[in-house]
């Protein structure tokens, strides 16, 4: 499925470049690589850039200066999406039935931001792109995170909102 975000990404960025980090098992990234030049085809693949890992330092220098991470709609981005955040950098993502395609799209519209939540793989490539080749754009998406992230790092409403439920979800028996 995120092949198919990829290749339009790509299709639709002539002179764009996706870098994805792969894991350390050097096994299971050439699975990945395989699959993904078989996707995408040799000349779509050549802009891929694959990475087993990075140590933190080198990660947040890559991070500061990416057009956009792409959330993928197969897995959470949980940790990925507040490093983006924190430095402001937008993540395009994808909103869907399944708890991955939600997490980022939940933090957004927490955010009152909904404008990089897509709705489909064409949708999402456009996202991107935008991202990518508008800097004005992508400088004032980036504005809006920062300004408007509070809520994804001061949760305070939201334990609030759990301290009221089980307030008065709970029985007031002691007898549990």
């Given at each position: 499925m995120f092949d198919r975000y990829l290749q339009r990404i790509l299709e639709k960025d002539l002179a764009g470049h996706i870098l994805l980090v792969t894991g350390k098992n050097k096994e299971q990234a050439a699975l990945f690589a395989s699959r993904l030049r078989h996707a995408l085809g040799d000349d779509l693949f050549r802009r891929v850039l694959l990475a087993t890992s990075f140590p933190l330092d080198v990660y947040r220098k890559h991070l500061s200066v990416v057009s956009c991470v792409l959330d993928s709609p197969a897995y959470v981005g949980d940790l990925t999406t507040h490093d983006a955040f924190n430095q402001?950098?937008?993540?395009?993502?994808?909103s869907g039935e399944l708890l991955v395609q939600r997490y980022t799209s939940?933090?957004?519209?927490?955010?009152g931001i909904e404008s990089l939540i897509a709705s489909d793989a064409e949708e999402y490539a456009a996202i991107a792109v935008r991202l990518d080749t508008e800097p004005d754009y992508r400088q004032f998406m980036s504005k809006q995170i920062i300004q408007k992230r509070a809520p994804v790092f001061s949760p305070e409403d939201t334990v609030r909102d759990y301290e009221r439920f089980f307030e008065y979800s709970l029985p007031l028996s002691t007898d549990l």
């Open positions: 402001g950098v937008p993540v395009v993502t994808v939940g933090l957004y519209r927490l955010m």
